[in-house]
Structure formats: C-alpha cells, structure tokens
C-alpha cells in the first residue's frame, strides 16, 4: 500500500504537474487498483478525468472510458497527444466504418492504453469482441447518471452498459457523476455493484458561489435585470437562455445597449464559429457569451467570474452544472438568475415537443415494420414523424425491449435493424406507458427546479437537501445567497477583460500577417497538428 | 441565419428578388430556396443551368425553410411579388415579380452594389471547393502561427478529419515544409491580398487564427464595420471567389502554396453524395455488388441504397446488368396497373420474378427521367 501511495504521488507530479491530489481522487483511485466498483460524486470542475487518466498510465491493459459528450473525448483525447501521449484514441459515430475497422485493429493489437467510447458504440458485438481481446483494467462510466431513467438525462444506450461490463471480463467499475439525488445514486450503485463503503462525494457545496435569483413580473423587468447585472458584474461570464430564438435576442440586446464584447453561442452554428467562440472566451478575447445549454460542456476556463440564467434550467441538476462552471480558480464568483413565473410555458412547451403520444408510437412501428430495406434515415424518420433524433433514439430502444426490432445498429445517417416477433399492438402500449413515465419524472424534475425558486430559505441550503447532503456546517467565503443577504456590488470590483479594438488606421496587411505567421523565425522541426 | 433585424432584411429581401425574377413564369418561388441551400437534386442543378442562377447555389447553406417562407409572404404582401398559373399544360402554380419587386432590385443594387458582389460567384463550380480552400487556409495558418512560435499544444480551429489530414500531410512534404520555413505563405498572402483595399484585405485576415490572435466570426466583422451580416458574408465570398481565381490562373509557379490549397484531389460527382459516388466509381470500373461490399466494408442495404441513387440522379448509368429491359417494363406496367408505387404491394404481384432492388431501381430510374423531362424548356 505505502509502495502503491509513493507511485501514485509520483504519477500525479510527473504526468500531471499537480503537487496533491483533490479530494476524493485518491482515495477512489485506491479502490480501483485494489479491484473495488467505486462510485465518484464530484462537482463539476473537481477533476474527474484525472481519476481514469492517472491509473491508465500504471493499469496493464486498457481503460476504458464511456461517455457520452464527443466534445469532451475529443478535446481530451487531442489535450493528451498534445501532451506527447500517442496511446490514447476515441471510438464515436462520427467516425466512418473504414475509421472504426482501423481502430479496432490497433485495439487487438495493444497500441492503446486509454480509449474513449461513445455509449451506442458498445452495441457492436464487433467493439465489445476486441475489448474483450485487449482485456480490460478499467471500465470507466462518466456522466453515470444518464444510467437512471430517474435521472433528468437518461440515456436508453446506458442501460446496456452492465452486460457490457460482464463481457469485458467485469474490471473494476468506476462510476463518475457530477449530480445526483440520493434514488439515482441508489439506481446506480445497484446496477453495477457498487458498495456503500465504496461511494466517495465530494461535496456540492460551492463555497466560493454566492446564489442570488431575482423575481421579477414581466419579460421587460427580465431584461432591465440582465442589462443592470451585466453593466455592474467584472470579468468573463455566460447568460443562459432555453433557446436559440432567446440567445440571439439577447445577443440583440446586449449590442443594441453598446455591450459589444458578446457573441451567442447554440447548437444551431457552423463548427468553425463555434470553435472561435469558445477559443476567444478561453483567451479572453471575448468577455461574455449568451448560450444555450450546449454551452460549456469540457470548456475548462478557471475565471468565469458569473453565471446569469435568464431562463430558469430545467432541473436543478443542470442549474448546478451550469453554474459549476464559475470560478474554477477558487475566487469568488455570482450565480445570478432572474426568475418570471411565466417561462414555466417554456419549459412546458419543450416538454409537449418531446413528449410522444400512443398515435406516435403505433406510427413509428408501422414505418418500421413496413420498412423493406430495414434501414432508415434521421431524414426519413423526421420527414415522416416529425420526430428529433432524441426521440428516434428512445423509440428504438423501447421497440427493442418490446421485442419489435432486434440487433438495432446506429449509423452516422440513421439506423439498421431486423425485425422481432413481437405484437405490435401490445408493444405500441407497453412504449408509450415508458415514455409516459420518463416524461413524468421530466416533470418533477421542474417542479423540484420551481420548487426551489419559490422557497424562501437559503438556497445553499436548499441545494444540499436536494441532493442528499449534510445541510448544516456549509460554508461560505463572502456572501451565501440572495436569501441570506449578499452584496452584489461585491462582485463588479474585479476588472473585466478588456476588448481589443483596432482602428481602420492603425490596420496594416504587412504588420497583422507577419505577426500572425511569425515571420523569419524558423519552423520548429518535427512539429505536428 | 435566424432572425433578422431590418437591416439584414434590407440586404437579404433585394438578394433573393433578384434571384427570383429569373424564374419568374417557370418554376415555384420555392425552387430559389433549393438553389440557395445547394441542394444536389437534379431539378435543382438545371433550375441553375436553365435560369443562370449559378451565383446563388449554396450562398446561403443554412438557410432555415422557415425564414424563408416568411420572406416569401411578406413579398407577397408587399406587393412585390404575384402568384400566378403557369401555361395551361403545367398545373403548377408559378409566379411574378411586379415593378415594385424590380425596384427593390434596383435599389439594393445601387445601395450595397448586390450585383457586383454576386458577379464573380459560381456556387456550381466552387460551392465546396470555396469551403475546402478557407478551412485549409485557415488550418495551415494557424499551424504555422503555432509552429513558428515552438507552440505544439493548440485546438485546431478546423474540426473537419479530412482538412486536417491533409494540412498534416502536406506538412511533411519536404518541398512544402522548406517554402514554408521561408516565408512562402506570408509572401503569397501578401502578393495575392495587396490589389484589395483596406476593408476586403482585414475581412480576410482577422477571421484567421494563430498564436497572436483568434479569428473573429462574421457576425463579429459585421458588428464592428457596421454593415449587415448579409452584405458580409456576400463580401467574403466575392473574396474568396476572386482569390481562388487569382491563385488557379496564376498557377503553381507563382502561388505553390496556395495553389496546393486550391487543388482539388478527387473529382467529385456533384450529384451524388460522397459515399453514392465512390460506389458509382467502383461500379464505372466493373465492380459488382459484392465486390464492393467487401472493398468499401459496407453492408449489402447501402451499396443498394447507393445503387438507387445514382438510378435516380445518373440517367447515363448502364442500368441493364442489374436490371434487365423487360424485368424493368414488368415492374413499370405492374405499378401503374395497380396505381402504386409501394414495393411491398408490387413485390406481392410479381412473386419471384424480380427483387425489392429492381423494383426500387425501376422506380427510382423512372422519377429521375420524369423530373429531367418537367425541367426540360415548356413549350
Ligand atoms: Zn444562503
């Protein structure tokens, strides 16, 4: 055990740069290499990926890392081989077959020790066979909660992921989560035999966050508040909106009352001006970026000095994701929201969108069933359904289970399937009685969310109980929440990073490019993408 | 492009009028929008031909259906625009551009000069290579900025897998890496971008990323010129047009490394999809099913999927290999005896005497040659 401590340090310090481990990280890492299921309860931002990275360099064979956000395993995946790590590689759909074939070999043949795999990639019996030959150290499930149908983000492909588990050869376990309330955390540990002892939390307990909502009674006061609250907050931050229209009419806003240093940002933008967004936020180019809830996933800026909700999230679990994101660094930092009762109809709008009726479903079997090829497009479906590709994935996965389709195979353009024996009519019943279910615990979800808009307790607080935490001995560095007193004045002291304007003036072709490609200064050798 | 302001709309309502008076009389309103998002249809790649449309194709990619079907009524509200019946035979309803429409026209011509900008484009002939070019000039900029200054570790603006391999290889090329380490970039930047005023040359260069800067968006141009995002974007492809132009009739000796950016490595059918068509290249070699299958390491479904496709799309295609003349009339005879197109309800007929891939094929081919017919000048 001493001799395991000492290598463990040592890994951290030479791999890492880190001088200590974060709480929680080594006492899971521990339990991992003495071949216990752990399950990791950290707040966003508290290190997670260090916990699979660091065992993957010490582990025999490969580790394994499910999870769902291809953003993040990319950008983790080229973070490494930046860092000269060239056994690290990611298996997702949009890789093309050619692609994944390639991958699989060089899985066989041991070049890998660290691989991130997307859920619905583990359904290819072709995937789990070459795991299975690598032999697995590790099975790392990040975003564990998307397991709960409980959960406010559950994920149908997740539900598989215990077989899978067995089929690699059962390795240790490790479960990661950055929320959940005390029944999913009870669903998971059940799923993958995870022992009580063997759960470690980290408090979500944010000291250096100070929560404040603001109720207000109408759109106009909404938008007087952000518009006061950006005017007064220092430093670099994010407006949430529920949607793409409310991001670009805010971006609208902010410009129209000379707040210039601001972009939107939603799922509905080209890659590339995503990616300069999100670079100029990081270097701190830009100041403030209005978002939708695709926003900010594996985007690791230590000074996001405020988070503004100018809609209320969904659920709690993702207002604390959201909010997670704020100082990083340990400063202080303001979590505002302004809160209008009346975008409960946004939110109930989103929810009637989603939600599929029993006419749907039979719809969907039909199309289905009636399908020769037994092959469909998202096009195909959409234009027949009307139907996003959220929706497609539930609906294939409930047929599956209901014995309509079997050996459903996700392709970068739809799905392929075969038939099953199962009745349609039963089955068009027993689908809908799930997505009725999954909707309605959607619903409590917000429910909890306005629940805990309308307490007048201390949010902290409030938080914690939700979670399932010890309420009393929370601490705060300056000021707790808008409910226990809080200054906001406090939080505009910092100064802003600043705009970098350029006249048309100073503006010179020669100058800007030579800069830019450094001039006369040779090329490094041997450098690479 | 999602809401406008009525700026953006004082750019855009012009741009679109000018595209639709060319297919005023022939063809729906809604086939400009298919020429704006560059779709591949057939119908839409002779909508271009026909009505010289060729700077609109693939202008606006993203362009939402929605948008434009409220451009479409408040032209029509404003009188700008008329529905009409088409000539007697076609019971398609067209429509007309009033001289209120043309004035529209006129006037954002000589406001924001539309028909220069537009002049150079060919959305047919440089859609995607455009594309190609700027993701990888933008991609080898930033590798050099980075490169140059030792820095390894940067996010490569560009997520597309192909541009990167290609930036990665062409990095390697012992030629390419000594024209770079001498300022080969820098230089032919310089020479190509110069003939440009001030505000063309910083449109260009402060969208670029490296290690001195990242790159703004257009949006971010447009809020700092002042002008409509529209009349940005428009400007951005005029440049882009013009300098590949430049760079591809000057040739290799006097722009090597742009000129490598502006190649193009496989001629792509552009009706196809890229994958349809690699399968229609195998299939132009005499490979059959199976050997593709095994080649490609693709299931039967899509090689068949591919096979509909270039039925539908490649009326040259020498179908009878996998569908024989009479098995293709049976099939077309069948599903008008019985007034359907549905396979199952044709296979039910037909039994053994052909497959559900003959029937899609025969069906398939059939729309294609009736589509090319409708298109075809009335008269
Ligand atoms: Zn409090």
Redesign the pocket.
């Known amino acids: 055990m001493q001799k395991l401590r000492g290598q463990l340090d040592e890994a951290l310090v030479r791999y890492f740069g880190y001088p200590s481990f974060r709480p929680g990280q080594r006492e899971l890492i521990e339990k991992l290499l003495q071949g216990k299921n752990v399950l990791g309860l950290l707040a966003t931002g508290g290190g997670k990926s260090l916990i699979y990275q660091l065992p993957s360099l010490i582990l025999p064979f490969l580790t394994l890392v499910v999870t769902p956000l291809i953003s993040l395993m990319v950008d983790q995946v080229q973070k490494l081989r930046q860092q000269g790590r060239r056994d690290v590689a990611y298996v997702n759909s949009a890789l093309n077959p050619e692609e994944v074939q390639q991958l699989l070999r060089e899985i066989r043949s041991g070049r890998y020790k660290l691989l991130y795999v997307s859920p619905e990639k583990l359904k290819h019996p072709a995937v789990v066979a070459a795991l299975r030959q690598r032999r697995v150290s590790l099975f790392a499930i990040d975003e564990a909660h998307c397991i709960s149908q409980w959960g406010h983000d559950f994920r149908t492909d997740y539900l598989r992921l215990p077989s899978v588990v067995e089929a690699v050869g059962s390795p240790p376990v490790l479960a990661l989560t950055a929320t959940a309330t005390a029944e999913v955390v009870e669903e998971i540990c059940r799923l993958f035999h995870i022992h009580r002892d063997d759960l470690v939390k980290q408090s979500l307990n944010r000291p250096n966050i100070a929560y404040d909502i603001q109720k207000v009674d109408s759109e106009q006061e909404k938008r007087e508040w952000l518009l006061h609250a950006l005017a007064h907050l220092g430093g670099s931050g994010i407006v949430y909106c529920s949607t793409r229209e409310a991001v670009e009419q805010v971006v609208r806003l902010c410009r129209e009352a000379g707040i210039d240093n601001v972009h939107g940002y939603h799922g509905g933008m080209e890659a590339m001006e995503r990616v300069l967004i999100q670079e100029q936020f990081l270097r701190n180019q830009l100041r403030l970026i209005v978002a939708t809830n695709a926003f900010g996933m594996g985007v690791d800026k230590p000074d996001i000095r405020f988070v503004l909700h100018y809609h209320y999230p969904a659920s709690l679990e993702a207002y604390v994701q959201e909010v997670g994101r704020i100082g990083r660094d340990g400063l202080p930092g303001y979590a505002g929201l302004v809160y209008w009762p009346g975008d409960t109809a946004i939110h109930q709008g989103l929810l009637r969108a989603e939600s599929l009726s029993r006419a749907d479903v039979e719809k969907f079997l039909q199309v289905v069933t009636g399908t020769a090829s037994r092959t469909i497009s998202f096009a195909q479906l959409h234009t027949e359904l009307g139907i996003g590709e959220t929706q497609m994935r539930a609906l294939f996965f409930y047929a599956e289970q209901a014995g309509m389709v079997a050996d459903v195979v996700l392709t970068k353009d739809g799905y392929v399937y075969h038939l099953g024996t199962g009745e349609q009519h039963i089955a068009a019943h027993r689908i809908a009685e799930e997505l009725a279910r999954v909707r309605q615990a959607k619903l409590e979800k917000l429910q909890a969310m306005e629940h805990w808009l309308e307490q007048t307790g201390?949010?902290?607080?409030a938080i914690a109980a939700y979670f399932g935490e010890q309420a009393d001995g929370l601490t705060y560095d300056m000021y707790?929440?808008s409910?226990?007193g809080l200054d906001r004045s406090y939080y505009g002291r910092q100064t802003g990073a600043a705009a970098r304007t350029m006249s048309d003036k100073e503006w010179d072709l020669e100058q800007v490019l030579g800069r830019l490609l450094g001039r006369r200064s040779g090329l490094e050798s041997g450098g690479s993408l | 492009m999602n809401q406008l302001t009525p700026r953006e709309f004082d750019v855009m309502a012009p741009l679109i009028l000018g595209g639709l008076l060319q297919l005023a009389g022939e063809r729906t309103p809604q086939s400009l929008y298919y020429v704006l998002v560059g779709r591949k249809a057939n119908q839409t790649i002779q909508d271009v031909h026909h009505y010289r449309l060729h700077p609109y194709y693939r202008l606006f990619p993203g362009f939402l259906k929605e948008r434009w079907q409220e451009f479409v009524t408040y032209f029509l509200q404003s009188g700008w625009m008329e529905r009409k019946k088409a000539g007697d035979k076609v019971r398609q309803l067209t429509f007309a551009i009033t001289e209120a429409g043309r004035q529209q026209v006129q006037r954002g011509n000589e406001r924001y000069r539309l028909d220069y900008w537009l002049s150079p484009l060919n959305g047919i002939v440089y859609g995607e290579r455009l594309e190609l070019f700027w993701m990888r000039l933008h991609l080898l900029v930033q590798t050099i900025s980075h490169l140059k200054r030792r820095q390894h570790a940067f996010y490569p603006v560009v997520q597309r897998k192909q541009v990167q391999a290609w930036v990665k290889q062409h990095l390697t090329r012992p030629l390419m890496r000594h024209r770079l380490e001498n300022d080969q970039l820098y230089n032919e930047l310089l020479e190509v971008l110069s003939p440009y005023d001030k505000d063309m040359q910083r449109l260009l260069v402060d969208q670029l990323s490296g290690a001195t800067q990242v790159g703004h968006t257009l949006e971010q141009i447009s809020v700092r010129s002042g002008e409509p995002l529209p009349l940005v974007q428009l400007k951005m492809k005029w440049l882009l047009t013009r300098l590949l132009c430049e760079v591809v009739e000057a040739g290799v000796q006097r722009y090597p490394v742009l000129s490598a950016l502006a190649a193009v490595e496989s001629a792509r059918d552009p009706r196809l999809s890229a994958s349809a068509g690699e399968t229609y290249r195998l299939l132009k070699k005499g490979l059959g099913i199976e050997e593709i299958m095994n080649r490609r390491r693709l299931k039967r479904g899509t090689v068949e999927d591919h096979l509909v496709e270039i039925a539908l799309h490649c009326p040259e295609w020498d179908i009878s290999p996998y569908l024989p003349e009479e098995v293709k009339q049976l099939i077309l005879h069948t599903s008008r005896k019985a007034g359907t197109k549905r396979l199952r309800i044709i296979k039910d007929m037909l039994g053994e005497q052909c497959s559900y891939l003959q029937i899609r094929l025969a069906l398939a081919q059939e729309g294609g040659m009736m589509h090319a017919e409708a298109a075809g000048p009335t008269g």
């Open positions: 201390c949010l902290r607080r707790c929440c409910h226990c």
